[in-house]
Nanobody
């Protein structure tokens, strides 16, 4: 069992940066691939980024590639999402998710979810 708590969301101007954190509790964090998803009002929850157990492999949605960076610190049981050059269309609730062993890029593959953190980008 893994519990996930996101933090770091807020209101920011377009072009600025934010860093989201997701703290995990429970056992064997390093055995879980981690992902970030987001959901804007009236839209489906969509994949943003994912990282393998070791952190060696990362994956990004085309819409954030080159602007967002996912990373993890297994010693701190934490995964991060550094978001640069934010745009109004990045406005959404951002969710952290955990998946046992193999990294994935679809919502249905992830077993554990945080409660989400709101990111609002003003233009």
């Amino acid at each position: 069992q893994v519990q996930l708590v996101e933090s770091g969301g807020g209101l920011v101007q377009a072009g600025k940066s934010l860093r989201l954190s997701c703290a995990a509790s429970g056992s064997f964090f390093s055995n879980y691939a981690m992902g970030w998803f987001r959901q804007a009002p009236g839209k489906e929850r969509e994949f943003v980024a994912a990282i393998s157990r070791s952190g060696d492999s990362t994956y990004y949605a085309d819409s954030v590639k080159g602007r967002f960076t996912i990373s993890r610190d297994n010693a701190k049981n934490t995964v991060y999402l550094q978001m640069n050059s934010l745009k109004a269309e990045d406005t959404a609730v951002y969710y952290c998710a955990a998946k046992w062993w193999v990294v994935g890029q679809t919502r249905m593959e992830y077993h554990y979810w945080g409660q989400g953190t709101q990111v609002t980008v003003s233009s």
